[in-house]
């Protein structure tokens, strides 16, 4: 593919992890937020690594599933403020957007320890080594790479939608994208848009051709593409549910949509988790997943795109693990077979 990673690549040889039994060791940075509660839910059954430590400076000797209530009985892991990196594998940062590169300037990581980026801080190309964390284009970066920047919830969704478009050159003009977000995606502390009252039985819109992760989007497209001239007009949308991502892009073309199906469903073949659906898509077939669910029609010359994930998992902590299972030479789906909660 068009300057893309092999996705029928073999995964690269397992290394030597440092954990009890050779189980890979965890470091958790922010782990008192929703991501963290989730990456810790995902890490606790995951049968190739253990957690060192779930750091939290506020709730430090607090019990995780104090907090994390989802977790009583399954762990009595407590919150810790020190961050023993000597004795990790790798460490995740589920830090709020331009925290990690505060942290890195004030702190020394080990050479050794791998580094999981979940905000933004390091995910569009510059003067740093991290490697963008989406495994349907960058595979093979991502096996080799110290440093991985995961990508946000939003672009996940999106990217599924119009990656393969890309691969076929047909974003040639401006792509409408619509795409409605669940209340997790705002984060746990409570804010004026974010509360039960005001957002049950209510929908609005933020940020409106002005999101943030417009433009990793475009860097992906780009990069599969060759070149990306046509505008992605993204209208993000705060829904009343909790947890899910589900969007809508409009191309226009002139292919085929027969054509452009087959490319879909050959694009995504070798994708562990991102799959072309035949049927119409519902959100609730990915919530509690770490699934991107694909699917596309064709009105005259407009073609819709529909996608959907769970943003708190493919859109955050189930990719970065699903990342991690990458970097280690382990199986890619490793503690992520999960089950779709509304089934």
């Known amino acids: 593919m068009n300057n893309l990673s092999n996705n029928k690549s073999n995964l690269s040889a397992p290394l030597p992890l440092g954990g009890a039994g050779g189980r890979l060791s965890v470091g958790i940075l922010g782990a008192a937020g929703y991501t963290g509660g989730e990456l810790i839910r995902l890490l606790l059954n995951h049968p190739e690594a253990e957690i060192v430590f779930a ?13 994390h209530e989802g977790l009583i009985g399954e762990t009595d892991l407590k919150f810790t403020d020190r961050m023993s990196f000597e004795d990790i594998d790798v460490v995740f940062f589920c830090f709020g957007h331009g925290k990690s590169e505060q942290f890195l300037k004030e702190h020394t990581i080990p050479s050794h320890v ?12 510059g003067d740093h080594d991290y490697v963008y964390g989406l495994p349907e284009i960058n595979r093979e970066e991502i096996q080799k790479a110290q440093h991985v920047a995961n990508p946000g919830c939003f672009a996940t969704c999106i990217q599924a939608a119009l990656l393969p478009a890309a691969y076929l050159n047909i974003l040639k003009e401006d792509v409408a994208v619509n795409a409605i977000t669940g209340s997790t995606g705002a984060g746990q502390k409570p804010g004026a848009t974010t509360h039960f009252s005001w957002r049950n039985n209510n929908l609005s819109i933020y940020k409106p051709f002005q999101h943030q992760h417009i433009a990793e989007i475009r860097q992906s497209l780009k990069q599969v593409q060759g070149y990306l001239d046509a505008d992605i007009d993204f209208i993000p949308y705060r829904g009343d549910f909790a947890r899910g991502i589900f969007c ?15 490319a879909y469903k050959d694009f995504y073949r070798d994708a562990a988790f991102t799959h072309y659906s035949d049927k119409a898509i519902d959100l609730k077939q990915v919530v509690n997943t770490n699934k991107a669910l694909v699917h596309v029609e064709k009105y005259g010359n407009k073609l819709l795109v529909t996608s959907a994930i769970d943003n708190l998992l493919k859109g955050a902590v189930g990719q970065a693990v699903q990342n991690m299972n990458l970097m280690f030479g382990i199986d890619e789906t490793a503690g992520l077979r999960l089950k779709a909660s509304a089934f």
């Open 248 to 262: 809508t892009a409009v191309i226009k073309t002139p292919a085929p949509v027969e054509d452009v199906i087959e």
């Open 114 to 125: 791998k580094i999981i980026d979940l905000a933004q801080d390091f995910r569009i190309k």
């Open 55 to 67: 750091n939290s400076e506020s709730n430090a000797g607090n019990l995780v599933s104090d907090v």
